[in-house]
């Protein structure tokens, strides 16, 4: 499955893509269009990101912009720009759905969607909108409007019961978080011995995939062949996660489709929803219900802030003393720290920028990686700057979207009543009417994965 | 003519990718207002019409664009006025313009074009006809930009470069002439002769 394309006739060859793309899979020589080797191409999209190349009515002619919309299938209330690099869409399969009275729809939201989507209906850089988020999946007509966030706070409960065991019983260390989809493909690809090291957690979207189809099909009634189930994530690379053949666990496809958050901004103009202007709406219960910690996983180091504030509870049994974990949080490409838990020095790592993963990675196989616990984030400082999140026209505003979207980030996690994620009450309820226990037998079948190694996968 | 000779935008061929980064800057500045395009892709509605022509050649690429002439043949052929020297740029009145394409034919290096108009989202339509209106399309730097000419600060490579000639020039004459003066000091038989 196709999800990164470079349009040949578009591609000028300027390869400014080349030199971000973090696994050298964009191939060609210079002035001439460029291709990408799918066997190397992580799916992190940021070449979609950068690239510039537009259908141009000086160069193609007035028409070309109409055929080149149809031809990726978008929809012709689309009238924006469209480049040589972009992202196969969904959006056709998702209207579809919706328009089908025989399928129940369920739509997940990652947490950096809210943190930028605004921007693509004019919003400053950065304007938090999860209320109207809500809102408009509601309006679009989703039939239960869930969130990522709340499989987020499910994976700290198991990926932080996964590090006590790992720690406690002398299992595979350092363990390296699972969440970012491009990460794990490209330590299959270039560290597959390394496998072991990854959580066997499934990402957050492929939890909360698993959980619609089960525990959501049982306490909504609805058959689980009934429901089509969408996750609105900022990355490219979910797409193929949710294709792979292990995400199957229940029963079905776990996750069906993914829309970016660019794709689910068109959609919103589709329906003719004046975005800007909805009123807050929260999310459904009990799979839309979240805690700070979750919400943080949008933001580099926020995966490691929120096992922490969890973590540290569960082995000393008391509140952490301060809940913002600073010493995990900013921008560097490769930052360490040591946390005391009890009477255990945690020490924690945080990789954001998939380039920075490499020379982290050859001190793992050189056997000098004294770490406990490494998150990697595959985009420049997070989910929030996403493949998929809204592109900026002018590169010098990267800067201020990163910081403001951040801060947007870390301002609804202090706005939230619950900032830890084992308190929040539903995912309480789910581990005590459904799952009984993190690692248990019921979690292990649908929120943990062997990743099987990753070849094309169609 | 200190300081009179209208200012223009060159580029360093050595570094120019032709990425296009200057023509979405171009189009993003000058529609702002005008067609209300926000910060990201998403928030455009009007096709992309930039006032500079990215040109790939098989040696290198650059940006075309005005080089705001002094006997700018654009400005004498146009017979609507529509083209005028305003302080040391050359402007196109885009409301006076008629689609004549006589300036485009004028300018030698291809740097004007005609481009649809659109303002609110919406393409402008000639008067007493649903057919839509064109103007010529050109560098203006940005006019009444504070920051100076958008291409210029996006560049990721700063391969572009506000060029002020009569500046350059005279740094090109101090440079001639402090290494001519080195070469004299240092050389006792041409002081002999």
């Known amino acids: 499955m196709t999800v990164i394309a470079i349009d040949q006739n578009l591609c000028t060859g300027c390869q400014e893509c080349t030199k971000i793309c973090p696994n050298l899979a964009i191939e060609g020589l210079p002035h001439q269009a460029q291709k990408i080797n799918e066997d190397k191409c992580v799916m992190c999209g940021q070449c979609v990101q950068k690239c510039k190349s537009y259908v141009s009515a000086a160069e193609h002619g007035l028409n070309a912009y109409l055929g080149v919309r149809k031809e990726r299938d978008l929809p012709e209330t689309v009238l924006e720009p469209l480049f040589a690099a972009y992202n196969v869409t969904h959006i056709q399969e998702v209207k579809r759905a919706l328009a089908d009275p025989n399928v129940y729809t369920m739509v997940q939201s990652a947490p950096a969607v809210r943190a930028a989507i605004a921007e693509d209906f004019g919003a400053p850089l950065g304007e938090l909108a999860a209320g109207r988020l809500a809102a408009a999946l509601r309006k679009i007509g989703f039939d239960k409007v869930f969130d990522t966030n709340f499989a987020a706070d499910v994976t700290i409960m198991e990926e932080g019961s996964e590090l006590i065991h790992r720690v406690q019983n002398g299992g595979v260390l350092p363990m390296f978080t699972s969440c970012c989809p491009a990460w794990v493909r490209y330590l299959e690809i270039n560290y597959p011995q390394m496998r072991k090291h990854l959580s066997t957690c499934k990402s957050p979207q492929q939890m909360e995939g698993a959980l619609f189809k089960t525990y959501g099909s049982k306490l909504l009634n609805v058959p689980a062949e009934k429901v089509f189930s969408v996750s609105v994530m900022p990355c490219t690379a979910k797409q193929h996660e949710c294709s792979r053949p292990e995400m199957v666990d229940s029963g079905h496809r776990d996750v069906d489709v993914v829309l970016t958050t660019r794709e689910l901004a068109w959609l919103i103009k589709d329906m003719g929803i004046d975005f800007l202007k909805l009123n807050n709406e929260k999310f459904d219960l009990p799979m839309g219900d979240y805690s700070g910690a979750a919400e943080i996983f949008g933001v580099t180091g926020g995966v490691m802030e929120a096992a922490l504030r969890t973590g540290y509870e569960l082995i000393t049994g008391k509140a952490i003393p301060a809940l913002d974990i600073t010493a995990v949080r900013g921008v560097d490409g490769f930052r360490t720290a040591e946390i005391a838990v009890g009477d255990l020095k945690l020490k924690v790592g945080v990789v954001t920028g998939l380039k920075n993963v490499k020379p982290v990675m050859e001190l793992l196989v050189a056997g000098k990686l004294d770490l406990h616990f490494v998150e990697v984030m595959t985009c420049p400082v997070g989910c929030v700057t996403g493949g998929g999140q809204p592109k900026l026209i002018d590169e010098t505003d990267f800067e201020t979207a990163y910081k403001q979207r951040i801060s947007a980030t870390y301002d609804h996690d202090k706005e939230l009543p619950i900032r830890k994620s084992h308190e929040n009450a539903s995912v309480i309820k789910l581990y005590e009417d459904y799952l009984k226990k993190p690692l248990g037998q019921l979690s292990h079948k649908l929120l943990h994965t062997t990743y099987c190694g990753d070849k094309k996968h169609h | ?193």
């Open chain 2, 1 to 193: 003519m200190a300081n009179e000779f209208g200012l223009f935008v060159t580029t360093d061929t050595t570094k120019c990718t032709g990425c296009k980064a200057c023509e979405m800057a171009c189009f993003q500045v000058h529609n702002e207002g005008r067609n209300k395009v926000g910060r990201t892709v998403g928030t455009i509605t009007v096709p992309v019409t930039p006032k500079l022509y990215v040109t790939v050649i098989p040696t290198a690429s650059m940006p075309i664009q005005c080089k705001h002439c002094e006997n700018s043949p654009c400005r004498a052929v146009c017979k609507q006025f529509a083209i005028s020297k305003i302080g040391r740029q050359i402007i196109v009145d885009e409301a006076k313009c008629i689609g004549c394409k006589d300036c485009l034919v004028a300018c030698p290096f291809g740097a004007v074009t005609l481009l649809p108009l659109y303002s609110d989202g919406q393409p402008a339509r000639q008067a007493g006809s649903p057919d839509g209106k064109v103007a010529a399309s050109k560098c203006d730097l940005c006019a009444g930009v504070p920051e100076g000419p958008a291409c210029v600060r996006v560049c990721p490579n700063k391969a572009l470069s506000l060029n002020d000639i009569d500046e350059e020039r005279k740094r090109k004459n101090i440079a001639a002439a402090e290494a001519l003066a080195v070469v004299n000091a240092g050389a006792p038989e041409r002081r002999a002769l």
